[in-house]
């Protein structure tokens, strides 16, 4: 059964990101905290911190308040102080949320580390990837007014983020690099899997764009 501040905590997330429409909605958080709560059943982590984590972990993304890293480790570790969580929990929960994004990892900025922020982070990246992971880069490069795709512009390796000149530009950059980066043996099973179907999507893309299908 699940414990009343799991219960509360799925009733402020989903209250927060219900309708959000870049793909970090409500949904994503619900895909990513079963997908972590399944690796850290398989890895051994502290399910708990996963499970809050991964429900919080996009309660106030940076890039959509003015690039504020704080404002998400902030609300979360608000919240669940006012549920009377304790405060290692808090703590760590806070961790996760302000370590874990692809932003943050780059930058070198190594200050915490933990077997459940890395369960977290897999989890993330996997919803990154896959069927889904296709729809929601449609989905963001939409909000973004970006072209489905631009065959005038050259592809590159290195992810440019933001400025990616179309969305399947975006798969180069960043979506097919991914499944190299899981931290744990159960989420490179799962990505592999997921990777292959976004080689066959790109295959099939390809081939209608050029009138060969
Ligand atoms: P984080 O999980 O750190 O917030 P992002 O916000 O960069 O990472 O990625 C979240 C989702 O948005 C992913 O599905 C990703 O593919 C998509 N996305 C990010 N940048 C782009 C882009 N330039 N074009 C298309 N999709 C993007
Ligand atoms: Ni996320």
């Not at 619900?30 to 709560?37: I, P, S």
């Not at 404002?71 to 570790?77: C, F, L, N, T």
């Not at 929990?89 to 915490?112: D, L, P, Q, Y």
Request: with cysteine; charged share 30%.
């Amino acid at each position: 059964m699940k414990s009343d501040v799991i219960v509360d905590t799925e009733t402020f997330v989903r209250s927060t990101l219900e309708g959000e429409g870049t793909g970090h909605d409500w949904w994503h958080c619900v895909r990513v905290r079963n997908t972590a709560v399944k690796l850290a059943h398989e890895e051994g982590a502290e399910v708990r911190i996963v499970e809050l984590s991964a429900l919080l972990h996009d309660i106030a993304d940076h890039k959509f308040h003015g690039g504020d890293k704080e404002v998400g480790p902030r609300i979360a570790k608000e919240f669940l102080e006012a549920q009377g969580v304790e405060r290692e929990v808090v703590e760590h929960v806070a961790n996760i949320i302000r370590h874990m994004s692809w932003s943050t990892s780059k930058e070198g900025n190594c200050a915490f580390d933990s077997l459940e922020m890395r369960i977290v982070q897999d989890a993330d990246r996997l919803d990154a990837i896959g069927a889904i992971g296709i729809a929601r880069a449609f989905a963001y490069g939409g909000h973004k007014s970006k072209p489905l795709y631009d065959p005038e512009q050259p592809f590159s390796s290195e992810h440019t983020g933001e400025c990616a000149p179309s969305t399947l530009h975006h798969f180069y950059e960043k979506l097919l690099k991914i499944a190299d980066q899981m931290h744990t043996e159960t989420a490179r099973r799962l990505a592999q899997e997921r990777h292959v179907h976004m080689e066959e999507f790109l295959k099939e893309f390809h081939e209608e764009w050029n009138g060969e299908q």
